[in-house]
């Protein structure tokens, strides 16, 4: 008791009063989670239209943010699908088993979509930042995920949403999928009449949002500048080209918004979750050089959704009650070069020429044959049926095609699956990360920078470069102090963050560490 009065005249003396001493202040977690990753963001971009941004967009994330800003992802090659698989679990296709858009089917050696099952995310290995939250909540956290493409709004969603929302390519209406509800939303179908891009006044062109970014060139890469654009938007295709063009966002704001009102996000102190993609890639997906203009105003229109994103949450939910975590997909769609007219070494890798080169080779050492079964872009498969039944072992024929590959004109590296799962060369770490067993080849080749690889099969060609692209990673709001942290820093660390700032356990497999 003595002790107890001590401390009394102590705190009194030191100018607390028994109110201050009483009530501690408590920090509650965020109320909502807005985690935005925007396909295609660059860095170099960025900095180059900065002339062009409103004080509200990307310049009060910049300034007001946590902004990492050296970001990078630990595996290659990276597309859209395997970005947001990697964001959303914190680990990399080599254990989240995404590794792209598309892979080849061992059993039937078809092309597979990464949602291909019922519009689901069955093909999505391990748990997400979400299926962690509701677990947490006991299923009470509401969960949303908004993007203009299906694989990017189902993979960010996880496994236990409670809502998921994507531009359908040919209606241009807002789809959902039956795995997550048994039933559309009430409110989405007049929605989809008044709002989605198929609504009867919905823009049919594309112009330059403000005339700055529609005629004057930032990047000033030619000496005679492009003529103002004005894209017509029709025939069947005219829904998936408005998803490239900088109009995209607009809808992609819209149904958030409204998302948020009508299921009451960030409204009780249990933490809500919403997922956004917006789009920041080239036009049609045309190579840069071809579409400056319409590139400028993409990121123009994006920076003026941002703002109004931002501030409708804040009046909403209020800064302090609000997370936002926004990110790149951190690649570009592979530009075109002519690098004969300049000189600059370059050549074309045929993978079916070779593979049947390849197939002559097995047969002069084991016999007829059909010993490499197909290619998949950059990957061979191995018969392994073939090479069982002649007691040749995987081992052996993975060492004699790397030999046997090796050799040829425009190899920069030949891997073998074996040789990927045994690995512990730092060199080889991001092809380890994007190997999934499962899911890829048995040998992986990768060409010089400056080669293509064609596959004849399907006429799929891509331009081998090893250019690093920079993107940042921002954290905003929630009391977050502001601050520029510039060391390397990659993205499976984003949801062990946001793990720790929502008080929950990270995703199942993610053992990387929190950015702070």
């Not at 009449?193 to 006044?201: D, H, I, L, N, Q």
């Not at 081992?395 to 040829?408: G, I, K, V």
């Not at 425009?410 to 380890?432: A, D, F, H, M, P």
């Amino acid at each position: 008791m003595r002790n107890k009065y001590l401390y009394i005249t102590l705190f009194t003396i030191l100018g607390f009063t028994p109110e201050m001493i009483a009530q501690p202040k408590i920090q509650y977690a965020p109320r909502l989670v807005v985690s935005i990753t925007i396909d295609q963001l660059r860095t170099d971009y960025l900095e180059a239209f900065s002339p062009l941004f409103s004080n509200d967009g990307f310049k009060r994330l910049l300034e007001r943010g946590l902004v990492f800003s050296n970001a990078s992802y630990p595996f290659s090659p990276i597309d859209r699908a395997s970005a947001i698989a990697t964001v959303v679990t914190g680990v990399t296709p080599s254990c989240h088993s995404i590794v792209g858009e598309q892979w080849l089917d061992r059993e039937s050696l078809r092309p597979v979509v990464c949602t291909k099952d019922k519009q689901s995310p069955d093909q999505l290995l391990t748990s997400t930042i979400t299926d962690e939250l509701k677990v947490a909540t006991d299923g009470n956290a509401r969960v949303y995920s908004v993007a203009p493409f299906m694989e990017a709004a189902i993979l960010a969603a996880g496994h236990a949403a409670n809502g998921v929302y994507w531009i359908d390519d040919e209606s241009g209406r807002w789809s959902v999928s039956s795995y997550y509800n048994a039933e559309k939303p009430q409110w989405l179908p007049v929605f989809n009449v008044t709002e989605s891009p198929a609504k009867e006044s919905g823009v049919d062109s594309w112009e330059p949002f403000i005339e700055l970014s529609g005629t004057f060139n930032f990047f000033q890469h030619t000496a005679n500048p492009q003529k103002p654009f004005k894209h017509k938007f029709s025939g069947h295709n005219k829904f998936a080209q408005l998803k490239t063009s900088g109009l995209v966002n607009a809808y992609v704001t819209q149904m958030v918004l409204k998302c948020i009102t009508q299921e009451m996000m960030g409204s009780d102190r249990i933490t809500d979750y919403l997922n956004i993609n917006y789009y920041a890639g080239t036009f049609n997906h045309a190579a840069m050089s071809e579409c400056l203009y319409e590139l400028q105003d993409t990121y123009v229109r994006l920076d003026r959704e941002l703002a109004t994103l931002i501030s409708t949450i804040e009046k909403k939910v209020g800064l302090e009650h609000a997370l936002f975590v926004v990110t790149s997909t951190g690649y570009s769609d592979v530009e075109s070069a002519n690098y004969e007219k300049y000189r600059i070494p370059t050549g074309t890798f045929y993978m079916n020429r070779t593979s049947n080169l390849l197939n002559m080779y097995f047969g002069a050492l084991w016999g007829q044959g059909r010993y490499i079964e197909t290619c998949f872009r950059n990957q061979m498969f191995l018969n392994h049926k073939l090479l069982e039944s002649k007691r040749i072992s995987l081992t052996d024929a993975s060492l004699r095609a790397q030999e046997f590959l090796s050799q040829m004109s425009g190899i920069s590296n030949v891997y073998s699956g074996l040789q990927l799962l045994t690995s512990n060369n730092e060199q080889t770490q991001k092809i380890r990360n994007g190997y999934n067993p499962a899911r890829c080849g048995d040998i992986i080749i990768e060409v010089s920078p400056g080669w293509k690889i064609l596959n004849e099969n399907t006429n799929d060609t891509r331009l081998s470069r090893a250019s690093f692209i920079q993107f940042p990673i921002i954290f905003y709001g929630a009391d977050t102090k502001a601050g520029r942290i510039n060391d390397r820093v990659t993205v499976d660390r984003i949801a062990p963050t946001i793990a720790k700032n929502i008080r929950i356990r990270a995703p199942n497999a993610c053992s990387a560490e929190p950015l702070y």
